[in-house]
């Protein structure tokens, strides 16, 4: 079946990198998402990655994909107060027409 | 350069009422979607359309209607309202190609008493 999970709550230091981690269930996802949801907010995508890599890097984002574990992580450098907010992972499978699946979203907690 | 607009932005309801919300996207995209967002739950899929005209259920149907007259809209639907149907609603809207990932809407704050 489709499921998409991840931990509910991350709180790191100002200025530590962060690693929030997801884990999905599909074999046949195609691409995999990371989201931002800032307070009051709708979703922004933030990076994504095929199925068919196993790293990404924009700036101060890496991304990660074991897809033989089926884990994928993001980790943010240099974390910031600005970085506070529900970060959700998803993914499309093949079958389905477009649709992405959420997981459950963590949430990343700043302190000084 | 709106995006993906919704209203209304917050409603408050009283179980049996009826309302519709608004979902509007000014960027040609052909696939919409309605979600809403509990708690702990994430966001989940009540319904979505491929193109004006067609909708599909999602995850969670029961309870709400949809239609896509217009390319650019996408009409949400409560025939009878209940609590449970207290949520964030969100539209959101993408291309064809799923690798462009979804543009969503900034939410409506629906409670129902």
């Known amino acids: 079946g489709e499921d998409v999970e991840q931990s509910l709550f991350l709180s790191v230091r100002e200025g530590d990198s962060s690693v929030i981690n997801c884990t999905y269930t599909?074999?046949?996802?195609?691409?995999l998402y990371w989201y931002k949801q800032e307070p009051g907010a709708g979703l922004q995508l933030l990076t994504y990655i095929f199925s068919n890599m196993d790293m990404k890097q924009d700036q101060r984002l890496t991304v990660l994909l074991n897809k033989k574990d089926k884990h994928l992580s993001l980790r943010i450098a240099d974390t910031q107060t600005g970085d506070s907010a529900i970060y959700f992972c998803a993914e499309t499978l093949d079958s389905s027409a477009s649709k992405i699946i959420f997981g459950s979203g963590t949430r990343l907690s700043i302190r000084p | 350069n709106a995006g993906v607009t919704q209203t209304p932005k917050f409603r408050v309801l009283k179980t049996g009422q009826s309302m519709t919300l608004l979902c509007a996207q000014d960027?040609?995209?052909?696939?919409m979607y309605w979600y809403r967002q509990d708690p702990g739950m994430g966001l989940r899929l009540i319904h979505y359309?491929?193109?004006?005209?067609?909708?599909a259920k999602g995850e969670v149907p029961d309870g709400y209607n949809v239609s896509r007259l217009k390319k650019q809209n996408f009409l949400l639907g409560l025939e009878s309202a209940a609590p449970s149907q207290t949520s964030v609603y969100f539209c959101a809207s993408s291309w064809m190609g799923r690798q462009d990932g979804y543009t969503f809407g900034s939410g409506t704050r629906l409670t129902v008493v």
């Open positions: 599909d074999s046949s996802s195609t691409y």
């Open positions: 359309s491929v193109g004006e005209g067609t909708t």
């Open positions: 960027m040609n995209h052909e696939y």
